[in-house]
């Protein structure tokens, strides 16, 4: 057994209303910066799988992703492996 | 007949719930979410709070709780659910009720009164309301958009889905699509609002006209029995 890391990043579905984004973008002119536009928020989650090989780690990830991290009706998501943490 | 409220790990309304089953003649029993035994109850509510802090996405979590397999084969076997405001979105991610609840299109957290439209008087939630009623109910929450894809809430809409619907003169707190507040399941035996009945049922709170919601509850199920 190893342990993989992947990067789950969920977003709002193109179309579904994203009033954080929406906000972000209004509170930029309180920075005296112009020109920036399709401002949206989403989640960034980091997770590590035990398990035998990296296509049995990301089954366990896509699965997580897309029964609870995400939730399909409102966002989308990507599993990736987690190359350099934020932190 | 037996009212059973669950409580969650940060739930603030089931005492309220409790009292408003109470207030329309039901037995009431509150159920730990942790035990997957409904007691018996004939009406399962989820209530309104914050249920495992609201992390992830309001309601996300919940759904795990063990109690929630004995709601869904509750409510697979006809068996009645009301889920208000937090419940609602229990409700939705457990996807026991359709469509999802997103922040408010103001960004702001929502306390205050609404005025509800109620679409149909043949269901067991809302038997008791007299036709032409508008009732007024106060709303608090931070996730209660309602969305739905275009198509599907045409469906869900032409099926008489669509129970409650935010009203003039206050209108539609939340920015919800089609003023949508409370919606039916197919089957018609679970329903979900964001606004609290529970919250309005003697005058002294402002308002009492949540309790005719759990009237029709408690009335149907006497009548089911005699």
Known sequence: ?87 | MKVGVIVFPGSNCDRDALHAARLAGAEAVALWHERPDLQGAELVILPGGFAHGDYLRAGALARFSPVMAAVREHAEQGGLVLGICNGFQVLTEARLLPGALLRNASLRFEHRWVRLAVTRHDTPFSAAIPAGTMLRLPVAHGEGCYVLPDPELDALEARGRVLFRYALPEGNPNGSLRDVAGVLSENGRVCGLMPHPERAVEPLLGSDDGLLLFRSLVAGAARMAA
């Open chain 1, 1 to 87: 057994m190893s342990a993989y890391r992947f990067v789950v990043s969920v977003m709002p579905r193109a179309g579904i209303l994203d009033p954080q984004g929406r906000a972000v973008e209004g509170g930029l002119g309180h920075l005296d910066v112009s020109g920036v536009h399709d401002v949206r928020v989403g989640r960034r989650v980091e997770l590590a799988v035990d398990a035998a090989d990296a296509g049995a780690a990301r089954a366990v990830a896509e699965r997580l992703a897309a029964e609870l991290l995400a939730n399909p009706l409102i966002e989308a998501w990507r599993v990736e492996p987690l190359e350099e943490p934020v932190v």
